[in-house]
């Protein structure tokens, strides 16, 4: 039978037994920590060894590098390339923030500010939470802690609820909420200000872009006898006669789009066999992956087939010069009469004549220019029915998760498994890690989901398709990863609750302590591992050799990626909420997440650096996102610790801490007042300043002349196809070249 050793009764003993075993448990608690930091080694050498392996792979590790012709690998076998190598950390933390902006954009600086924000908030917490909190709460007498089995025990002594209820410690986690809250207020207010000037500081020195003297104007009435081009043209030639400057009407071409992007593919494949004579990868086999199907010359093939696509293209591009939609691109002369123009009502009838900033041409997203502001209303509508329908769905393998932590559940489940789980190893591992896998696995395909939802809800730009899909990915996250096991993990677990607002605090006081070691572990297993398997790169790996190898695919179809921010950032906020939750609650996850944030750090700017390159520029908007979930995150801390000294016995703190939310939503209104319409439009003194600044610039006149079609969809730039081999933007061969 353990030995059970009073605090009253040993005095000085029990003293110097309960640090040296506070010591040995934090030891233990972060035993687990040091092994993943050793896994987390043996993940950037396997990826230094691969990337310098074998030539091929560059286009895995560095595939802007090689794209933008810096790639300095040599084809030669070196010995050197199978030693692993930690110079790519040097590499990623040498280049300014400057450099950064210049290379990637205000949306890669914006995306590293969130690991910056971050890292400096939780130091202070782990200050906090690991020097002051960690001991208070393992020095209480609540919990009935057993020496002999204090490993088993630990995470539970470093919680709040081994806190004495009403004792006086707990003043020092009311003290540390509001501090905490303020620093946080603080760096929030200072990263808004520092990006929303960076912004302004970006538009003023940025050359002229057609998206700044462009809007799209959509729902346009239909007139008899009269084209939509010439019904643009009446309209703004008579309401904006001294500023309106050219126009361009959308046409249908999603046939013609498709069969573009298979002519680029034919075209690709040609030119890498006439460059490379590859007399071996020439003759192949026309079928499924090359191997079925009778051999052919694939020079002749592709260029025949070159051939049908070029007449298919021609007839379908005369037909569709015809097919006009009901929205156009419309240009003015200057910024500030394209802003005007946004932010007044057009017609008489809202719903007509409907304008919003136009996207850069390069982000356009033309599937979905048909749709009318009816059909745009029905769909953002199903959008929301299936975002409501996908969530309550997904409980399903939140529930199967919780009842994996759960052992006695599992063994009521399948009670033949009883023995096996009752295996110190087996439970440990169905305990620790294979929630939280399991639970990542599903989370998988949900970002993908949100950006097939997004693309249907009438957004003309990528860039604002993948912003609506971050918004959906993150509160999807917050809901099914955190609010979800919470509830699920509870006895408290009633839907009635939600009807009783003033039962929330309690409920949520209950349920969110006990999921602490659920979420260290979810840490552990999803952030750490994330980011390092952001590092190797291991699915992109294998899939480059099977397309290399067996596929035979080669540089004919490589392409440098862009970072999908509408995954990651997510991901990136979750972390932060669940830091600032457990901050007083269990602040040993505090250690776990700023390694995750230190990392992230170092790893995405290697990344942004060498691997993706952007693909559209939002200037920064994807900040009030950070801001908006750290200050929920905030509220949801402040309605815990109500609920955590109200269960504690200590009415005082619970009623003081009453005014924090209230202050921090005052707080988030000042800010949303004072930076987000910055982030919404640019000013007038902006637009007017910088249309003062280039109004002598003789460029400026042939920059308005290019104006007329550059919103001109791409599969319609493909009228003529030249024999010019130098510009894969030209993607069909004349039929003299393809017979030469």
């Known amino acids: ?56 792979n560059a286009e895995v590790y560095a595939p802007r590098l090689v794209a933008e012709g810096k790639s300095q690998q040599s084809s030669n076998f070196n010995l050197e390339r199978l030693l692993p190598s930690a110079g790519w950390v040097t590499r990623a933390w040498r280049p300014s923030e400057a450099e950064l902006l210049s290379t990637s954009g205000l949306d890669a600086v914006v995306f590293m500010r969130i690991f910056i924000f971050s890292a400096r908030v939780f130091t202070f917490a782990v200050i906090v939470g690991v020097f002051i909190l960690l001991p208070i709460n393992y020095m209480g007498k609540q919990l009935s802690l057993d020496i002999s089995d204090l490993p088993n025990k630990s995470l539970e002594a470093f919680t709040i609820s081994n806190v004495d209820d009403g004792s006086n410690r707990l003043w020092i986690h009311f003290s540390a909420v509001y501090l905490f809250t303020a620093v946080v207020c603080y760096l929030l207010y200072f990263e808004y200000d520092y990006i929303s000037s960076k912004r302004v500081s970006c538009f003023y020195s940025s050359k002229p872009h057609p998206h700044q003297f462009t809007i799209l104007v959509r729902s346009i009435p239909a007139s008899s006898g009269r084209s939509y081009s010439g019904t643009v043209e009446s309209f703004f030639s008579e309401y904006y006669p001294t500023t309106y400057l050219s126009h361009w009407v959308v046409r249908r071409a999603s046939k013609l789009q498709g069969l573009i992007k298979n002519s680029d593919k034919l075209y690709r494949r040609l030119m890498y066999l006439k460059s490379a004579n590859h007399d071996r990868q020439r003759f192949k086999r026309d079928g499924f992956m090359g191997l079925f199907g009778p051999r052919v010359d694939l020079l002749d093939h592709y260029g025949k087939k070159l051939e049908d696509i070029e007449d298919n293209v021609r007839a379908e591009q005369s037909s569709t010069l015809g097919k006009e939609v009901g929205a156009a691109f419309v240009s003015f002369r200057t910024r500030f009469a394209a802003a005007a123009a946004i932010h007044m009502q057009q017609g008489v009838n809202p719903t007509q004549w409907v304008s919003e900033p136009a996207p850069d041409p390069e982000d356009v997203y033309w599937p979905f220019f048909s749709a009318s502001f009816l059909k745009r209303w029905i769909s953002n509508l199903v959008v ?76 003309i730009a990528m860039s604002r398709i993948e912003k609506s899909a971050c918004i ?59 980011t390092s398997s952001e590092l190797c790169r291991l699915t992109t790996l294998v899939f480059n050799f099977v397309k290399r190898n067996i596929c035979r695919k080669f540089d004919y179809e490589f392409e440098v990626p862009s970072l999908p921010y509408y995954s990651e950032i997510p991901r990136i906020l979750l972390f932060g909420l669940l830091g600032t939750i457990y901050f007083f609650l269990a602040p040993l ?18 990344q942004l650096l060498n691997v993706y ?117 030209a993607p069909l061969l004349s039929t003299a070249e393809v017979d030469a």
């Open 384 to 459: 929301v029915v299936a975002c409501i329908l996908l969530t309550l769905l997904f409980l399903i393998p939140v529930l199967v998760v919780q009842g994996l932590t759960h052992l006695e559940q599992l063994e009521i489940w399948f009670p033949f498994l009883k023995g096996l789980l009752r295996i110190t190893f087996v439970s440990q591992v169905i305990t620790g890690y294979l929630p939280s896998l399991v639970l990542q696995l599903f989370l998988y395909l949900v970002p993908h989901i949100m950006i097939i939802l997004s693309s249907v809800q009438g957004y």
């Open 613 to 729: 390159e952007p693909k559209y520029e939002t200037g920064g908007k994807l900040w009030p996102i950070v801001h908006d979930s750290m200050i929920f995150s905030l509220i949801l801390m402040h309605v815990i610790a109500i609920g955590i000294f109200g269960l504690k016995k200590l009415p005082l703190a619970s009623s003081l801490i009453v005014p924090l939310p209230i202050l921090t939503l005052v707080f988030n209104s000042y800010c949303r007042r004072r930076f987000l319409p910055m982030f919404k439009s640019y000013s007038v003194e902006s637009l007017i300043k910088k249309d003062r600044q280039e109004q002598n610039d003789p460029a400026l006149a042939n920059f308005h002349d290019t104006l007329a079609t550059a919103y001109q969809d791409p599969a319609l730039l493909h009228v003529g196809y030249s024999g010019n081999t130098a510009s894969i933007n």
């Open 472 to 530: 959906k990915v993150l509160w999807f996250t917050i809901w099914n990863i955190f609010f979800a096991n919470v509830l699920s993990g509870s006895a408290l677990y009633r839907v009635e609750v939600f009807l009783e607002p003033k039962k929330i605090p309690a409920v949520l006081a209950v349920a969110v302590p006990g999921q602490a070691t659920f979420f260290i572990a979810y840490v552990v297993t999803t952030g750490w591992t994330s």
């Open 1 to 56: 039978m353990a030995t059970q050793i009073s605090k009253t009764e040993c005095g000085p003993c029990w003293l110097v037994i309960s640090v040296k075993a506070y010591l040995e448990a934090v030891i233990n608690c972060l035993h687990e920590c040091l092994s993943l930091c050793r896994l987390y080694s043996c993940a950037v050498e396997l990826k230094s060894s691969c990337c310098k392996q074998t030539p091929g």
């Open 589 to 606: 996850i505090l250690p776990f997440l700023l390694v995750y944030y230190c990392l992230g750090y170092l790893i995405y700017r290697n």
